[in-house]
């Protein structure tokens, strides 16, 4: 099993930036595939980005596509969430998620869930 807890959130001005960090503990990180998704109020949560297993290949929502960019460090066994041009809409609650399969695009591919960190965007 791997234990995962996202920190990073905040309150950030539109056009700004913020890097939320999942940091794994139990198996390696380098065992699972990461993914990263949001829930803002009212709504249902949803894929933000993922990162396939191999480290090789990544995955975004079309909403943030270009502006967010998922990654991993092994040798700290975390994982990131760098988001640039952040927008109001970007509001929200964070997820990082971890599967064993080689990558997920949705939420019933992952195993293992953080407890979530609040991202609020002021316009």
């Known amino acids: 099993q791997v234990q995962l807890v996202e920190s990073g959130g905040g309150l950030v001005q539109a056009g700004g930036s913020l890097r939320l960090s999942c940091a794994a503990s139990?198996?390696?990180?380098?065992?699972?595939?990461m993914g990263w998704f949001r829930q803002a109020p009212g709504k249902e949560r949803e894929f933000v980005a993922a990162?396939?297993?191999?480290?090789?290949?990544?995955y975004y929502a079309d909403a943030v596509k270009g502006r967010f960019t998922i990654s991993r460090d092994m040798a700290k066994n975390t994982g990131y969430l760098q988001m640039n041009s952040l927008k109001p809409e970007d509001t929200a609650v964070y997820y990082c998620?971890?599967?064993?399969?080689?990558?997920?695009?949705?939420?019933?591919?992952?195993?293992?869930w953080g407890q979530g960190t609040q991202v609020t965007v002021s316009s």
């Open positions: 998620a971890a599967t064993s399969w080689a990558y997920g695009l949705g939420q019933a591919h992952y195993d293992y």
């Open positions: 139990g198996r390696t990180f380098s065992s699972y595939a």
């Open positions: 990162l396939r297993w191999s480290g090789s290949g990544t």
